[in-house]
């Protein structure tokens, strides 16, 4: 009996020993792998230029302050595909100086964005794993031309509700008018613009509606356009441009608290990385203005 | 109603059992009637020494009080009809006394007695586990219970049977404790000689307690001697005290005085070359006096402080020191006080004991420096509650009321979870009703219980609780089958990091209004059996069922700002102990020790993910075996768990915030880390070896302990702290050498 309770003690023992003396007791916290490359960046309509911002998600902070530094070497192709016309186009490296003096890896293209057309960005290392976003341009065929709600008129002031179908997000919006004064002074009449900025949100059927303040923008054109004493102006078109951006991107923005972002199913469409790649729309349309009873109280004719 | 059919009962006998030289109340006397050489009524003792032998037929008795190692008391009372004899019994001590008689409701001491996610602990239990200096330590002893989890040997929190550490209720003679555990987590805010008992809970508490979703300790400080003066001194690197008791009035009012610091702060980074700056300590008091043959008071007072850079020595990634590396962590502070009062009373000719308490306890909790802290918290509570237990017949009813109103302060220096700075409170109260030793037909044994809870703005919750306990009759040894369900809610919840399991910190405030109130539901059956020769062994299974639970949502950036989402829990698991006391062993030595093992699976449910929150840890376990012979004593410890939950990192980048008009050529972005998915990883398993060697010698009124150990034998590198952001480790106690002399005057 007294030899069992040794083996006993002996056999509880020895796993424990066996155990100290093999097991791992380090902790590599990088085994998160499977993600290669955070990418910032966008596609404009408006512009040939488009530039991203590539990261690679290495086990040291990038902080480039020197080119000769090892994170200002970068192991990364960047291509961008026309899906739907697979056109593919090779993107330049370069370090750029940031406004805090770091250098951050940029790469830019020199092309015409299409409208409707999906991109799909793809930011390739040598030994061929990659991180890939896709980015739809936002499309001017839903837009279906802008709901123009009839003037309201207060007091001599005048304001008109605008509403745009298919824009999720306006974050630059200009009212246009064109106006004439019969060949007078302007042969070819006149086009002002009038800055809106991001106004406007989501109404109830989903659109992004703004207020245009007609009596303030036509008190700003009839100072802002010169022709001879005693013209009345005529008021032909009244139109809008709108950018917006693409479908995925206001999900994104309205992250605004930064310490969340590291919760799962935080905003990036970028797989196997990290990051976001959007596009940027614009939308342009015009209406006749035939209203004129309101073209009078505008001062126009 | 009540008092005429109470009356129409056969007769009862009652009272107090105590050490007669130290007029302290035993805990677990066996008291027996016996006629005609037959037990007639049995029972023991409960922590005040009372016990009460109801529904007895008039007659004459041979009344037996036993206790191991006390002279047994024998007496012949006849007994009237409807007659309430009241006997207060002094046990001698006796060391050659070991015929205790075992009563089928003797209370679970040691053992391998684990019911329902009850253990019952007693200094003697405490005593199995040897921890650095000369004396031992409930925490020491807790963290080799089944299913309790600590996250190794500092940060002083643990985590039961899947819940976080604010979920569990530490109570001192009733009132709570906030921070019950010291940073070093060898040691709790209760010396091992202060404690009459303490009632573990692990799951399925009963109706008498509540607030709290996951465990309950409820610890009841012990009487200074009545008769005469005793005292200890202990000196060790770790931990160095005193305690001093004695009469104040002889045979009537009493006085126990204890009080420890540690001093490892100054002893180690010389002596090993390691930084443990760690500074702790505890002071206690308690006062208890008989007012009368029915009638006593306490006032118990508590008092600690712990401090500590929880960094300590800092590793690189790679595990090397790295003495170079800022030590910037910052220096963590908590302290406890608390003042507890009891009074309790047999009234005169009626089967009742009515107690009444209440007491003030108040903890502050801060981090950075001493005079400029980056954040505080503080807690306190003032509550009072009522107890009256009937005994009716064979079924004890307890009913009580409870009522609690805590105040929490907290300034932040920044945004944490939500909160910045504020003062808010919370009134709970609580009502409650049970059955206690309820029989059933047969064996089975059925305790149910029911508490309304009400907070402040809220509907009254209804807590059901049920206890069934059964005692089959088997060839081989003795079994009690057990289990236990209840519904629990939890109203001033504690915010940790949870993102991170080296966080200390906590926050307490009351529940979200906007949330439902934390609950929890409890179900747990187990198996004890008791077989000849010394051995035991205990099984449980057990889930508790989570709801409304407050969890940070998880951050790409090393800061404690982090809003709060909603989550659901499941902790489900399973233990086996395994016990074998004083047996033969080789060359006229004795073997005492116990293996316990637990598995424990924790998940946590949002709207966005399931994960296994920081304190989940699958297996676990503690092997304790220990030799003695000729009074010196070998003890080897080891303890296993596997590795917690950690979040992975797929390396650096950059946030930026992207908008339309953003020129990422010019805007710099904000280095992050870029975390996967929470909780996915695990850490290296913790693993650590202690060995002891004991030395007791007794002389005619003292007896001196010697302790010399190791922790960490191997010197395992058992990581405690990893940073992802600045990657850096901190690991558990290294290789540590501990020596200590305890001289007890008796």
């Keep these: 009996m007294r030899h069992l309770h040794a083996c006993l003690i002996i056999g509880l023992c020895l796993p424990s020993i066996s155990c100290e003396t093999f097991e791992d007791t380090t902790l590599d916290p990088f085994r998160g792998q499977g993600r290669y490359y955070t990418v910032y960046g966008f596609l404009d309509v408006a512009e040939t230029e488009h530039v991203l911002r590539v990261i690679p998600i290495r086990r040291t902070p990038e902080e480039i302050t020197a080119p000769s530094e090892a994170n200002a070497f970068i192991d990364a192709v960047v291509w961008s595909t026309d899906l739907d016309t697979g056109r593919r186009v090779g993107w330049r490296h370069d370090l750029s100086q940031l406004s805090d003096g770091t250098l951050a890896h940029i790469y830019s293209a020199s092309m015409r964005i299409e409208a409707d057309h999906a991109y799909r960005i793809e930011v390739i290392r040598s030994d061929g794993a990659q991180s890939s976003a896709v980015t739809v341009v936002p499309s001017l065929s839903t837009s279906i031309g802008p709901v123009v709600d009839p003037a309201v008129v207060f007091q001599s002031e005048a304001f008109q509700k605008v509403h745009l179908t298919g824009v999720p997000r306006a974050f630059d919006i200009t009212v246009l008018y064109e106006v004439s004064d019969g060949g007078v002074s302007l042969p070819h009449g006149a086009r002002v613009e009038r800055e809106y900025g991001a106004a406007g949100a989501v109404d109830a059927d989903g659109r992004w509606s703004f207020e245009i303040d007609l009596s303030r923008d036509a008190a700003a054109i009839l100072e802002t356009v010169m022709t001879d004493p005693g013209v009345v102006l005529e008021l032909e078109e009244m139109g809008v441009r709108a950018r917006w951006v693409d479908e995925q991107w206001p999900a994104f923005a309205d992250r605004t608290d930064l310490n969340l972002l590291g919760q799962p199913g935080g905003v990036s469409n970028v797989e196997n990385g990290d990051g976001f790649v959007g596009s940027i729309g614009t939308y342009t349309r015009f209406w006749r203005v035939e209203d004129a009873e309101l073209k009078a109280v505008l001062g126009f004719r | ?746």
């Design chain 2, 1 to 746: 109603m009540l008092l005429p059919e109470v009356y129409s009962q056969p007769a009862s006998v009652r009272g107090f059992v105590f050490e007669a030289e130290s007029r302290r109340p035993l805990q677990g006397a066996t008291i027996v009637l016996r006629s005609a050489g037959e037990i007639r009524r049995g029972t023991v003792t409960d922590g005040d020494g009372y016990f009460i032998l109801p529904r007895v037929g008039p007659g004459s008795y041979d009344l037996t009080a036993s206790f191991v190692g006390f002279a047994t008391y024998r007496d012949l009372v006849t007994l009237g009809a409807g007659e309430v004899l009241e006997r207060n019994i002094y046990l001698p001590e006796s060391p050659g006394s070991l015929d205790e008689v075992v009563i089928e409701e003797q209370l679970d001491t040691g053992f391998a007695d684990v019911k329902a996610g009850l253990q019952s602990v007693a200094p003697t239990d405490v005593q199995r586990v040897p921890v650095p200096g000369a004396g031992t330590d409930l925490a020491g002893y807790l963290q080799t219970l089944p299913g309790v989890v600590s996250q190794g040997d500092r940060g002083g929190q643990l985590f039961v049977r899947g819940g976080s550490s604010d979920q569990n209720l530490a109570l001192l003679d009733g009132v709570p404790i906030y921070q019950p555990f010291h940073i070093v987590s060898f040691f709790s805010a209760f010396p091992e000689d202060i404690i009459d008992h303490a009632d573990i809970y692990t799951a399925g508490f009963g109706a008498a307690y509540g607030t709290r979703l996951s465990s309950v300790m409820d610890v009841t400080a012990r009487n200074g001697s009545k008769q005469r003066f005793r005292g200890s001194v202990s000196v060790a690197p770790f931990l160095s005290g005193a305690r001093i008791e004695g009469p104040l009035i002889p045979d009537r009012v009493s006085v126990v005085l204890s009080a420890r610091q540690s001093l490892v702060e100054e002893v180690t980074p010389n002596f090993l070359g390691q930084k443990l700056p760690y500074r702790f300590g505890d002071r206690f008091g308690k006062i208890h006096a008989f007012l009368g043959p029915r009638q006593s008071v306490s006032i118990s007072f508590l008092d600690t402080d712990d401090k500590g850079d929880i960094a300590g020595t800092l590793k690189t990634f790679d595990g090397e020191f790295a003495p170079d590396l800022p030590d910037d962590d910052p220096e963590v502070r908590w302290s406890n006080r608390a003042v507890a009062a009891r009074y309790s009373m047999l009234p005169r000719g009626a089967p009742l004991l009515i107690e009444l308490g209440g007491g003030h306890s108040r903890s502050e909790n801060e981090i950075g420096a001493s005079d400029n802290p980056e954040r505080q918290a503080t807690i306190e509570s003032l509550e009072g509650y009522l107890k009256v237990t009937v005994f009716a017949g064979t079924t004890e009813l307890r009913a009580g009321g409870q009522w609690r109103k805590t105040d929490v302060e907290f300034a932040l220096g920044g945004q944490f979870q939500n909160l910045d700075s504020s003062a808010e409170d919370e009134t709970e109260s609580r009502v409650f009703l049970e059955t206690v030793h309820g029989r059933a037909a047969g064996a089975l044994r059925i305790n149910p219980g029911l508490a309304l809870y009400n907070t402040a703005g809220r509907p009254i919750r209804l807590e059901p609780r049920l206890r069934l306990t059964a005692s089959p009759s088997l060839p081989y040894g003795a079994h009690t089958i057990n289990a236990a369900v209840g519904l629990y809610h939890q109203s001033v919840v504690g915010l940790n990091d949870e993102r991170d399991v080296g966080s200390i910190f906590t926050v307490w405030v009351p529940a979200a209004d906007s949330l439902d109130l934390p609950s929890a539901i409890h179900a747990v059956a187990g198996w004890t059996g008791r077989f000849p020769n010394g051995f035991g062994a205990a099984a449980e299974v057990f889930v508790k069922e989570f709801r409304e639970l407050s969890v940070p949502e998880f951050s790409a950036f090393p800061s404690f700002t982090t809003t709060l989402q909603s989550a659901d829990g499941t902790a489900l698991g399973a233990d086996l102990r395994l016990d074998i006391r004083g047996r033969p062993f080789v060359a006229g030595s004795t073997f005492d020790g116990f293996v316990s093992y637990t598995f424990t699976d924790v998940q946590y449910r949002t709207a966005t993910l399931s994960y296994n929150p920081s304190q989940h840890r699958k297996h676990q376990l503690n092997v304790v075996a220990h030799t003695e012979r000729n009074g010196v004593g070998f003890t080897i410890q080891w303890q296993y768990g596997s590795g917690f939950p950690f979040t992975e990192s797929a390396g650096f980048d950059e946030f930026q915030v992207l908008g339309p008009t953003t020129d990422v050529t010019k805007e710099p972005g904000i280095t992050r880390v870029l975390y996967d998915t929470p909780f996915r990883g695990r850490q290296p398993a913790y693993e650590r070896i202690d060995v002891w060697l004991d030395k007791e010698v007794s002389l005619e009124r003292a007896r001196v302990t010697i302790r010399a150990g190791i922790i960490n034998l191997f010197n395992r590198d058992n990581l405690f702290y990893f940073d992802l952001f600045t990657l850096r480790r901190v690991d558990q106690m290294p290789f540590i050498p501990s020596v200590g002399i305890k001289v007890e005057v008796l």
